[in-house]
């Protein structure tokens, strides 16, 4: 088994004094599907852009395929741009074959994987038309067939999602699908969580420039903790009646009362416990965890984890 | 590295080639250049005749008025009876011989030309021809001037442009007019008076004004020579041989500046192009850096090349189809000096100038179109280039009069100008040390120029900056300036 094909370690980026990501290391494992998950500005685009040598990280090291990102090791890896672009003047045949091309791809090679593409696709009939005259979604179209028509080991998407309907959105899903199962390692970043539940083994999350997350969907959904909400008669407080016995109640919306399972106990132990204390039960259901929620509350606490640390900065420097 | 370079440069050659605004160009260019060459001959054929009267007694004032008025289209009748005569210093054949003499013994230009035997050539018409006085006093000719009574002319009745009075004696010439613009008729008034008053100093010195038209009949011919002639033909005396390297030098240096000046807008459109439609992250994922810049450069470059290509085939074509309409004396310099084109000595020097001064421009255009998304945005930095690439061009106008200006000498030794006033300087026998030292600035400013390009269009195209980064970066050039860049 070859070199895992993206490992970046402890790797930082500065703009002046700004740090765009912070001490992130993770890897790409081959053969899995990995999303890149973080709110705007978390600095993902910035890693994706290292990982590819586009940028080079001020501290850290980047290993492509296990070697610094260089031209050959590119080669092997189909990327789509979060800020989306083509030559406005040539045809969606001659822009994939170009950038095919340009992956080591001969021309005849190129012109028919083209071909082969747009007609999967739908745009068969545009595969002659300039990219000028096509509309946004077609445009995408032949921007993401672009990045995988010389069949790459490697494809990094950045924010592949992002502008697209949702029928397109469902083909591109089955496009990744598809790579995979051709044999592709995938690493996309977005921050649509449906996405990522669907397609991803694993992800990683950013938030801040720093990661606060790398591992599979269960364990994510473990970081965020088991829940049951339990509906009661209005006027009973749930959140007296069962501290005593252990439970915590974290939220509360209307007479539906959130109660986090402690390790060790299930929802029927929680059930049981609001029967005994005479709780008016009206309804109960586990709560079905959502990575959405995994999301915002690890990037809540990465932010909020900054806002202390700034405060504390400042009040040291008002000390001073 | 090459396939990717190729690949780069083929897209963009491709692209710059199918755009309709190459094709106007490539079509255009030919048309207006010969547009702005014939533009002065339209301009004075298409003048009007102008009548005037001179009013004095006798006909001396007139008669050198009407010799300075037809200076030019006496010396264009010379030169199509002789060209290598009178452009290139050669004896006078026979027909030039006759038109003088018939020219000296009174006749009109036609009539000497006529006995000359020239029945080829057009005589421009003449642009200003003296009619007979309607009146001698200037309260009886106003209303002609003003157009209210007309004069009789060869076309017909017209107002008179202007009358001249010559009094008798030391009195004041006066030269009445109601166009105040036109003042050529004006200016050779006062040369012919010039001319007349020189004859006035003789005649009071006591010399005989046939005396003095003897003298310029007699006026030796002055033959000029060289210690190195480059024909061996002629002996030592200099020939269109010897002049054809500088002109040749004239032509290659415009060339260049012409080729530069139209070309560089496409690398810096091209890219500004791929900045706004943001290719630049797909582009440096499956191209080094230095292989992009070079495919864009050499696409230009190719561009340019076809451009020169398509003229030279044109004009090849055109010159074969009308060769034998050109007259053999005209033929004969023109091919003197577009053989001076192919002198190793001058096209090696001139090549490598235009490789590398098309580098230096095509890098720093490059890079500025990496920092802008929009034409607007290229322009705020566009007018300090534009102006630095209109310099050469006066200076090779300064050049067309004394090559050897030390203005040139010094000029030349300014990277930016070096490629252009090389050129212009090789045929002036340049030591081969300032030769060597040319070429040699002009190769380490290109590769500066080229590295301090990429470093700005990486800049532009990896980080994003701006026309606006450009004054941080000089502000932190300042000493004692800090700037937040």
Redesign the interface.
Known sequence: MGPAPLELDAVTKR??SFTAVRDLTMSVPKGSIVGFLGPNGAGKSTSL?MA????SPDEGKVNLFGASPN?ES?RH?G?L?E????????TARATIS??A???GMSAGESRKRADELLERMGLGEFARARVSKLSKGMSQKV?IL??LAHQPDFLILDEPFSGLDPVNQQGLEDMIIEEHKRGATILFSTHVMEHAERLCDSIVMMARGRKVFDGTLDEAFGALGRAVLIGVSAGFDLDAALKPKGFEINERSGDVWRVRLPAGVDAQDALRAAIDAGAPITSFRPEEARLRDVFVSLVSEAEAEDLRQSLAADTARKVA | MIR?IY??AR?DYL?YV??WGFWLGLLLTPLLLAVAIMAPTWAENSQPTRYYAVIESGDTFSTVLDAELNENRVEMARLSLDPASVMGGAEPNEALVTFDETLQSGASIEEALDRAGAPAFELPQAGFVQVPAPATTQDAITPYLLGDQLVDTPEGPLPLFAAIFVPDGDGEIEYWSENVTADTLLRRAKAAERTLAERRIFESAGVDPALLSRASQETRPVTERRARPASSEGGSQVTMADRAPFYASVLMAFMLWFLIFSVVNYLLMGTI??RS???F????????LPHMLAGKLLAVLAVALTLMGVWALGTTILATALGDMIDPGIRGPIFTVLGSVGDFQLLLPALLSFVLGYLMYGAIFLALGSLCDTIQEAQTLMTPLIVMLMVPMFMITVAISDPESPLIAVMSWVPVFTPFLLILRIPTVLPLWEIAGLLVLMIAASLLVLWLASRVYRAGA??GAGVGDVGKWFGKLVPGKKS??
Do not use: C, W
């Open positions: 703009f002046g852009r590819l040598g586009v940028l031209i590119l890896v990327f741009p800020e989306r672009g083509l030559y406005k003047k040539m170009y950038f091309r340009l992956k921007q672009s990045s | 990717s690949l780069v897209r692209g199918q755009a192009e791929e439609n943001k290719i992250d797909s582009l440096l994922t499956s191209v080094k990896v980080h937040k860049a």
